[in-house]
């Protein structure tokens, strides 16, 4: 029996890094090139592919996580990081206050977007989907 559980963990661990390693092989060289054109020097990124078929590296700079997603064709989209609601801009706080005071929020990212420039994204605990609100460092939503 324990060997049985023993083979079980070791393919469960060989199929795990093996799906890795398929992603990192599929990553485009144009893909690889735009992510160190964008990140000099960050040479271990995560690699998975999104339901849009774009690329999404998952990386750390001093010790805080980002995602940073580019398409097919190695084009830039979007660079993302989780941040605490007590970090948003106080402008931000105040428009969610006065806007959406009794929801709860779930998550919250700082975004850097290719179309949309810099902005804050908060998701707000809703029945059903959450619900995600952009917002400017001014607080106003997009």
Same mark, same amino acid.
């Given at each position: 029996m324990k060997r049985k559980t023993f083979v079980l963990?070791?393919?469960?661990i060989i199929t795990?890094?093996?799906?890795?390693?398929t992603v990192e092989s599929q990553t485009p060289k144009s893909v690889k090139e735009?992510?160190?054109a964008k990140y000099p020097g960050e040479n271990d990124p995560?690699?998975?592919i999104d339901a849009h078929g774009n690329f999404e590296s998952h990386f750390k700079i001093d010790g805080i996580k980002y995602r940073?997603?580019?398409?097919?064709?190695?084009?830039?989209? /979007?660079?993302e990081t989780s941040?605490? #609601?007590? $970090?948003?801009?106080?402008?931000?706080?105040?428009?969610?206050k006065k806007n959406y005071g009794k /929801?709860?929020?779930?998550?919250?990212? #700082?975004? $850097?977007?290719?179309t949309k420039?810099?902005?804050y994204d908060v998701e707000f605990k809703k029945k059903g989907k959450n619900m995600d609100i952009e917002y400017r460092a001014s607080g106003v939503e997009l």
């Open positions: 963990v070791f393919l469960s795990f890094f093996s799906c890795v390693n735009a992510f160190q995560d690699w998975e940073a997603d580019f398409d097919p064709n190695g084009n830039w989209i /979007e660079t941040i605490d #609601k007590k $970090d948003l801009p106080k402008a931000i706080k105040e428009a969610i /929801e709860k929020i779930t998550e919250v990212e #700082k975004v $850097d977007s290719a420039g810099e902005f």
